[in-house]
Nanobody, 114 residues
Framework: VQLQASGGGLVQAGGSLKLSCVAS????????IAWYRQRPGREREWIAR???????DYTDSVKGRCAVSRNYAKRTVYLEMSNLRPEDTAVYYC?????????WGQGTQVTVSS
């Protein structure tokens, strides 16, 4: 499975972005997708995931401001972020995982200016 993350950019505080994660494999490759981010000087952290049944989970720092969705036909998972804050500045990664294996996308930079 190869993942391609995109959609990052420079946005003002309070703005919105929609990140995409496109998988090269079949639809099953996006059954389990998690989003992570790595802020400057910090370790990579988990922020959200979408589960096979369509349910989603979020870390507290983004809950209410982020939404993960999935389009099987496009083999794409989205991370919509709103009310962005300067502390959301990070490289955002998507990860697919299944049966003990995992595959990472290359990351997309999100910069939020104050």
């Amino acid at each position: 499975v190869q993942l391609q993350a995109s959609g990052g950019g420079l946005v003002q505080a309070g703005g919105s972005l929609k990140l995409s994660c496109v998988a090269s494999g079949g639809a099953s490759s996006i059954r389990n997708i998690a989003w992570y981010r790595q802020r400057p000087g910090r370790e990579r952290e988990w922020i959200a995931r979408i589960n096979p049944d369509g349910s989603t989970d979020y870390t507290d720092s983004v809950k209410g401001r982020c939404a993960v969705s999935r389009n099987y036909a496009k083999r794409t998972v989205y991370l919509e972020m709103s009310n962005l804050r300067p502390e959301d500045t990070a490289v955002y990664y998507c990860k697919a995982y299944s049966r003990g294996s995992e595959w990472w996308g290359q990351g997309t930079q999100v910069t939020v200016s104050s």
